[in-house]
């Protein structure tokens, strides 16, 4: 069998010698004709090839490896090891492929309603390769601050570990294929949705003999993966006999049909019969297509795993075990952790999914601070936006199985259900005899908190030296969070569903070919019908009764502009995690002088955080990422000595490998941070023509002007930082940061202005139904302080509206650093309690402009109405309720609406408000 370097160390070259295969027919009579051939055939054979190589970003996405079904991970692109390190020197890598933002992001449909979900770091994906190397220890990278020694002795046990899992377990075996398969065009068709007699013969997908041996491999693969999570917590099923092995698996499966009133069930989950026939569809849908496939758990700070480490949240720990699976299977598996402290969703979902990004698996967890109608909201929008219809796991479901006729994906796991089937802890001697990860789970009160948490703020690395001292553990490890052992176990309950969700979609192609012949019959897995038919169903149903009766939950809590809850929402905001492609200050216009609000800061390393060696799994216990990862392959010829000598600079030294490893990290990062939170820290040239004539409610003579006194508040990302809620963002680590491999993405950043801050004027893309919400904060500046940029300005904008004398950002910069170094502690100081009245002055107005037009000027008592927060923080103000522009929705697409806002006060011109999202449809 070819080693594996032979496939990862053509990686590189998998895209580029494509060049190759494209020839320029020139027929030329004379040397000009030959001369003009020659240029447009080198002109066209670029456009060409660009175009190729568009395709393969999205139709033949993996390229970290030759073969489509294979293992791509480690090897050449695992940078932390030193054979990757020295790999990289030598030109060789995903890290050297030249990943530009408008070739990965060309839309998978032609609807125009996919929303960009995916940037070059989940594509390049270090800490994948980092992670599910089979024949590298992620324990024993050069990077630890550990004695060679130590890291040698921990990967030869990880060398007979991962050999005593294949002779147990048995591994993935690469499917035998010879040469090169033509690769169908899934771009030109709606969703994917490719029709059979448009795949090339060749195809992969259309050979009866791989697809057989594939399914074959795929099915063991599974079978693998789910019994090792059986045996995890003490349920191993070999020699079991049928009857005793059916019982386990019905201890941990999934049931179908929505459950009764009081009707208890077995196993970890249920789903809907059409919730599991939608998730076999979409599987099927995604293994035929090489498409990708995005889980997304939305929530609060439960859901984010607030005091335990990012990657310990479930969620994660599900993508932990699941993405080599996903990966050998071809697709490649995005997963989010959306989830945010001391907030719901509703910051969120007002925007649909552009926030979230894609989702093909949605969970709801935030009963803590969302008990409401909103999540009602949450459910709709999660099925009416973006351009893929998610499989949404939630115990608040309201009425939408009534408003979708029984066709709406949706299901709930049984948690707390499914935990009383583990062993039982009964004292702290007793637990020892349990296997690892099923202590203290099953418990009592008094023990289920022994051990919760064993989460740390550092792991010592030779890279990176902290600039100030970590503490010894993160926050907010409190009672209502979880620990890691919890949050563990629900992820193997969401990598179960999608184990079970996989086995079935096999069976079904298996039976499909038997049925219809090669390729799988279209009736089985294409989708866009399905998700047309839910969607129209929910967003058509009409309701009978009187009174509230008359209303979806949705509608009741949006009362004044109740068409939300039956369209697709979309938006831009400032919090994250977020999908980092919808920025709201990507929205915003700079002032005449170039000056629009920004953020400095520079984390202070931007590679993958090490896992801590204090969470690797004991020795002797059930390893299921290592079931997973396993191959038949043969380990990838690379050189991994090196001399362990920190202070020296030659070749083979560790402090070169090191710097090695530390380029590489940073390699085509400038593209990916210039087109997310960095647009905060642009610079734009100074602009003339911005200023636009007032057509009504002033003064023709007034020009309507971007502001330049609007600043960022609380700007937890830094400017290169990408927060996007996945294992591949970097977050939170700006300079003071205690606890920096925390790898929490929140954050709640907005946008700070006050009467002198002049108009913040935004660009508002498509708007249909003729809805433009803000969510706005009347609580963000205390009023004893002021904001930096107008504290001495006597006059809007100081007087320099139309000035364009470019602005200095480094005075300005400079400034604010002396400033930050000397009122830390007044600032604090300040930070009493205030009610609304010492806040919104009683000259108060909020003016709305949409295209030049004063369309609103929103007095104290009206804008104080808007201030109750449907859920937690989150309060919403209307700024364009236009229901005449909502009725032309058949016979238009849309228009591009300049939105401006402005406060004005006399009494209180250094009051400042705080906008951190626009919500539109």
Excluded at 322 to 351: Q, Y
Excluded at 738 to 745: D, E, I, P, T, V
């Amino acid at each position: 069998m070819a080693a594996r370097s032979s496939r990862q160390g053509a990686s590189q070259n998998f895209i580029w010698n494509l060049f190759a295969s494209f020839n320029t027919v020139c027929i030329a009579k004379s040397f000009f004709a030959l001369l003009l051939g020659f240029i447009l055939g080198n002109l066209l054979t670029t456009l060409e090839f660009d175009s190729k190589r568009k395709n393969l970003s999205q139709d033949k996405a993996f390229v970290h490896k030759a073969k489509v079904h294979s293992s791509g991970f480690g090897g050449v692109n695992n940078i932390a090891q030193p054979g990757g390190a020295r790999a990289y020197e030598q030109g060789e890598g995903v890290a050297h492929i030249d990943l530009q933002i408008d070739d990965l992001f060309i839309p998978s449909n032609n609807l125009g309603n996919e929303i960009i979900s995916i940037g070059p770091p989940n594509i390049i994906n270090h800490f994948g390769h980092y992670l599910h190397d089979e024949f590298r220890s992620p324990y024993a990278s050069h990077l630890y601050d550990k004695p060679k020694e130590f890291l040698q002795q921990e990967q030869e046990s990880y060398i007979r570990k991962m050999k005593q899992i294949r002779e147990d377990w048995g591994a993935w075996t690469d499917i035998e294929d010879t040469g090169d398969r033509a690769v169908p065009d899934f771009r030109s068709v709606p969703l994917r949705d490719l029709p059979n007699d448009a795949f090339p013969q060749n195809s992969w997908q259309t050979d009866p003999q791989y697809i057989t041996r594939f399914i074959e491999e795929a099915r063991a693969l599974v079978t693998r993966v789910t019994e090792s999570i059986f045996a995890e917590y003490g349920y191993p099923v070999k020699g079991l006999s049928k009857e005793e092995k059916e019982a386990v698996y019905q201890k941990f499966g999934v049931s179908l049909g929505a459950p009764t009133q009081n009707e208890e069930r077995s196993g970890v989950a249920w789903l809907t019969e059409a919730a599991m026939d939608g998730l076999v569809r979409k599987l099927l849908h995604s293994m035929i297509t090489n498409d990708d496939f995005y889980v997304v758990m939305a929530g609060h700070s439960a859901a984010a795993a607030h005091g335990n480490n990012f990657h310990q949240s479930s969620i994660l720990q599900a993508h932990y075990i699941l993405e080599p699976v996903f990966d050998k299977l071809g697709m490649r598996l995005i997963t989010r952790n959306m989830a945010m402290g001391g907030a719901g969703t509703l910051h969120f979902s007002l925007a649909g999914k552009a926030l979230y990004g894609e989702a093909d698996f949605m969970v709801w967890d935030s009963g803590m601070t969302e008990n409401g109608r909103t999540s009602d909201f949450f459910n709709k929008q999660a099925i009416l936006s973006g351009a893929r219809m998610p499989i949404l796991f939630t115990y608040k479901q309201f009425e939408l199985l009534q408003e979708t006729n029984g066709t709406a994906w949706v299901g709930e796991i049984l948690m707390q259900q499914s935990l009383k089937n583990l062993p039982e802890t009964q004292d702290e001697v007793q637990v020892q005899s349990l296997p690892y990860a099923a202590r203290y789970l099953n418990a009592p009160a008094h023990l289920a908190k022994i051990d919760k948490y064993n989460s740390i703020c550092w792991e010592d690395r030779t890279d990176v030296t902290p600039d100030a001292k970590q503490d010894a553990h993160p926050g907010s490890q409190v009672g209502w969070h979880p620990g890691f052992r919890t949050h563990r176990y629900e992820g193997r309950i969401y990598t179960l569903i999608l184990l079970e969700g996989l086995k079935k979609a096999l069976d079904k192609w298996e039976e499909g070919v038997e049925q219809d012949g090669f390729p799988l019959h279209e009736s089985y897995w294409h989708v866009g019908e399905s998700y047309a038919r839910v969607r129209e169903t929910l967003r058509t149903y009409e309701r009978t009764g009187e009174g509230d009766k008359a209303f979806s939950a949705c509608e009741l809590e949006f009362p004044e502009y109740p068409r939300i809850c039956r369209v697709a929402m979309t938006g831009h905001g400032m919090f994250t995690p977020r999908n980092m492609y919808n920025d709201l200050l990507d929205i915003v216009k700079p002032a005449p002088n170039g000056y629009k609000p920004f953020d400095n800061r520079k984390m202070q390393y931007d590679s993958f955080d090490l896992l801590p060696l204090g969470q690797k799994i004991p020795d002797g216990e059930v390893d299921v990422h290592a079931v997973a990862i396993v191959t038949t392959s043969e380990a990838p010829d690379l050189n991994h000595d090196y001399e362990d000598l920190n202070d020296s600079n030659t070749p083979d030294s560790r402090r070169w490998l090191r710097k090695i490893s530390e380029r590489a990290m940073k390699y085509g990062m400038t593209d990916i941070k210039n087109s997310n939170a960095a647009t905060a820290s642009r610079k734009p040239k100074p602009n003339k023509n911005l200023a636009r004539k007032l057509t009504e409610g002033e003064d023709s003579s007034t020009e309507l002007t971007p502001g330049r006194g609007w600043e960022m508040s609380s700007p937890f990302y830094c400017s290169d930082s990408y927060c996007d809620g996945s294992t591949n963002s970097f977050c939170n680590r700006a300079a003071g940061t205690k606890c920096l491999a925390y790898g929490h993405n929140d954050g709640r950043t907005r946008l700070i202005g006050n009467p002198l801050s002049g108009w913040l004027v935004m660009t508002v893309p498509r708007v249909k139904e003729g809805i433009i919400l803000a969510r706005m904060e009347w609580w963000c500046q205390n009023p004893r302080t002021t904001l930096e940029t107008t504290k001495d300005w006597k006059e809007v904008n100081d007087g320099k509206t139309m000035d364009t004398t470019p602005f200095d950002y480094d005075a300005f910069l400079e400034h604010r650093e002396l400033l930050s170094e000397h009122r830390g502690i007044s600032d604090r100081q300040l930070a009493v309690n205030f009610k609304m009245d010492d806040v919104i002055a009683n000259d108060f107005f909020m003016d709305i402009a949409v295209n030049g037009k004063i369309i609103k000027s929103m007095g104290k008592d009206e804008w104080v109405k808007y201030t109750p927060e449907h859920a937690k923080i989150c309060a919403v103000w209307p700024v364009l309720n236009d229901e005449d522009m909502a009725k032309r929705r058949d016979d238009w697409d849309g228009e591009e609406i300049e939105l401006a806002i402005r406060f004005r006060s006399d009494e209180k011109p250094q009051q400042s408000f705080c906008i951190s999202h626009i919500y539109y449809a």
